[in-house]
């Protein structure tokens, strides 16, 4: 007959602990997101945010989409947390243009493109509003005041 040892609760205990520690890292993980809906058409743009761990980067997404036809996520590359503020245009129906610092992108959403600028375009069109960080959570801030 073999007799055990209590090794075994005590890499229990260790193992439970070292998930209790853990628990802070995890919660602190994040992730924000707003869409902006076009008046009528079915359209949304939506700006996603992703953070996998504490003090690690933000992954931003924009998602469009023209239902029923697409939906599609296209990478933001270089946004980060401070000052995050991505501009929104709309030179015609059904097109948009997005601008953060010296970043210009062009999304069309009858199929769903996207595109980077490699030179900011001479007339972005119509300012809808921007996608931007306030009070720690993402916002979309028209333009033009909601109607009442």
Same mark, same amino acid.
Request: proline share 7%.
């Given at each position: 007959?073999? =007799? =055990?040892? $209590?090794? %075994?609760?005590?890499?229990? &205990?260790? $193992? &439970?602990?070292?998930?209790? /520690?853990?628990?802070?890292?995890?919660?602190? /993980?994040?992730? !924000?997101?707003?869409?902006?809906?076009?008046?009528?058409?079915?359209?949304?743009?939506?700006?996603?945010?992703?953070?996998?761990?504490?003090?690690?980067?933000?992954?931003?997404?924009? *998602?469009?989409?023209?239902?029923?036809? /697409?939906?599609?996520?296209?990478?933001?590359?270089?946004? %980060?947390?401070?000052? +995050?503020?991505?501009?929104? +245009? =709309?030179?015609?129906?059904?097109?948009?243009?997005?601008?953060? $610092?010296?970043?210009?992108?062009?999304?069309?959403?009858?199929? /769903?493109?996207?595109? *980077?600028?490699?030179?900011?375009?001479?007339?972005?069109?119509?300012?809808? $509003? =921007? +996608?931007?960080?306030? !009070?720690?959570?993402?916002?979309?801030?028209?333009?033009?005041?909601?109607?009442?």
């Amino acid at each position: 007959m073999k =007799r =055990r040892t $209590g090794t %075994t609760a005590v890499a229990g &205990w260790k $193992g &439970w602990w070292l998930a209790l /520690c853990a628990l802070p890292l995890l919660a602190a /993980c994040g992730g !924000n997101q707003f869409a902006y809906l076009d008046e009528g058409g079915g359209l949304t743009l939506s700006v996603v945010r992703e953070q996998s761990y504490l003090a690690g980067p933000w992954k931003s997404t924009l *998602v469009s989409a023209a239902s029923p036809r /697409c939906q599609k996520r296209h990478a933001l590359e270089g946004l %980060t947390e401070d000052g +995050f503020q991505l501009k929104v +245009f =709309r030179p015609e129906p059904g097109v948009y243009i997005l601008n953060a $610092g010296k970043r210009w992108y062009v999304t069309e959403l009858r199929n /769903c493109d996207f595109q *980077v600028y490699k030179a900011p375009p001479p007339h972005p069109g119509d300012p809808l $509003g =921007r +996608f931007e960080i306030r !009070n720690g959570n993402l916002e979309f801030i028209s333009e033009k005041p909601a109607k009442r």
